[in-house]
């Protein structure tokens, strides 16, 4: 059984960093919001992308699925009462050269076998796509 520790701890009144092996990110807890710090849901969006591309690293070798560049994008859609996020949707963009049943594959892979995406599925709705393309976007701003 593997288990995990993150600690967090309070700067200010407006952030908080948290900590874990020799990682540090910044945590926006301001109630007025920040926009130089994810915010818990942010974090929680970012664990499901980083769930989704290391499960990629991981399986790629496994299925001999040849690609030279990976985008994710995770979106939540929130309600107010009660607050939590009632939808995700997700878009993986893959640059490689690999047929569409090989796409197919390897999200299946990476819907099955994720941690993160297994606890959140088990609540939530997630839903997203698997595509080809031949420019990997940049991350950018997000809107």
Not at 122 to 134: C, F, L, Q, V, Y
């Amino acid at each position: 059984m593997h288990s995990y520790e993150v600690k967090l701890i309070r700067v200010d009144s407006s952030i908080s960093t948290a900590h874990c092996k020799d990682a540090e990110i910044a945590v926006d807890s301001d109630p007025a919001g920040r926009t130089d710090a994810f915010n818990p849901a942010e974090l929680l969006l970012a664990a499901l992308g980083a769930c989704m591309l290391k499960n990629i690293e991981r399986v790629a070798p496994i299925l001999k699925f040849q690609f030279d560049g990976v985008h994710v994008t995770v979106r939540g859609e929130r309600q107010d009462v009660p607050p939590r996020l009632q939808r995700i949707t997700y878009r993986i963009v893959v640059r490689t050269g690999e047929s569409d049943q090989r796409l197919a594959l390897l999200q299946r892979n990476v819907r099955q076998f994720g941690t993160v995406f297994n606890t959140l599925a088990a609540g939530t709705p997630i839903e997203g796509s698997i595509e080809r393309a031949d420019v990997i976007p940049d991350a950018g701003p997000t809107a």
